[in-house]
């Protein structure tokens, strides 16, 4: 039986998300950032994707290089060619545009969208099955495939403490993330309280009122929610 760990931001699942509870059958779009720090190896085959999504467009690290196993070994970065322009282009800048070419991992539930480490080595679409390890999330917004049919068996809250660090806050070096088991994501996520200057010291502009921010209180920042789910096969045709 297959099980997937899946994040769920939390800024994500206020925003868009859909209730939902241990037990319930939920349709979520995936993405695999392959090579970052994460339990899931999922198998398939890689094919050009229909949603271009990189690293960049969410600020994020994927980590590592990533390793994936296929029939062939390991295959390197795949050059595309494109219709040359009649200036010279940057060699630099072709580099990054087939970097940025989207891929999918068609795996027998449905199709992952991938997001690849910018160095090291990268799958090639073709029809030999390979076995990519990484994280996986919840797409939306532009990103991931098809929404998947999965089984929710667990969940957990992703709890970071935090400390005050002048006007922000910062991960607590004393205090390492902790997972809180629930059987149901939060209506709200917590976060630490911001404090603010007294009134007597605001800022009127443009009839806005503004009061400065003097800092945190200590407090726990819940950053989303991990799923354990069962990708569940589509019926027989």
């Known amino acids: ?3 997937w760990q899946v994040f769920y931001e939390a800024w994500q699942f206020e925003c868009c998300g859909e209730p939902f ?10 993405v695999l950032e392959v090579g970052a720090e994460g339990p899931d190896t999922v198998e398939g085959r890689v094919e050009e994707g229909v949603v271009a999504r990189s690293e960049d467009d969410e600020g994020q690290d994927a980590g590592g290089a990533g390793d994936f196993e296929g029939p062939e070994g390991d295959a390197g970065p795949q050059d595309f060619e494109g219709d040359a322009g009649p200036e010279e282009e940057d060699p630099e800048e072709e580099d990054d545009e087939d970097a940025g070419l ?10 992952v969208s991938l997001v690849l480490p910018e160095e090291g080595p990268h799958p090639e679409p073709g029809p030999g099955t390979v076995r990519l390890r990484g994280r996986l999330l919840v797409g939306g917004h532009g990103s991931g495939g098809d929404p998947l049919p999965l089984r929710v068996h667990r969940l957990w809250v992703r709890c970071e403490p935090e400390v005050p660090d002048g006007e922000g806050r910062v991960p607590d070096p004393a205090r390492p993330p902790y997972l809180r088991e629930v059987t149901a994501p939060p209506r709200s996520f917590a976060f630490a309280e911001r404090l603010f200057a007294p009134p007597e010291n605001a800022e009127a502009t443009g009839g806005t009122v503004f009061l400065r921010a003097t800092g945190y209180l200590p407090g726990v920042c819940e950053t989303g929610v991990l799923a354990e ?6 019926p027989a045709p």
């Open 21 to 30: 509870a241990v037990g319930d059958m939920v349709r979520w779009p995936l």
């Open 1 to 3: 039986m297959t099980r």
């Open 102 to 111: 989207p891929l999918d991992l068609v795996t027998p539930h449905g199709s």
């Open 229 to 234: 789910v069962e990708p569940v096969l589509p």
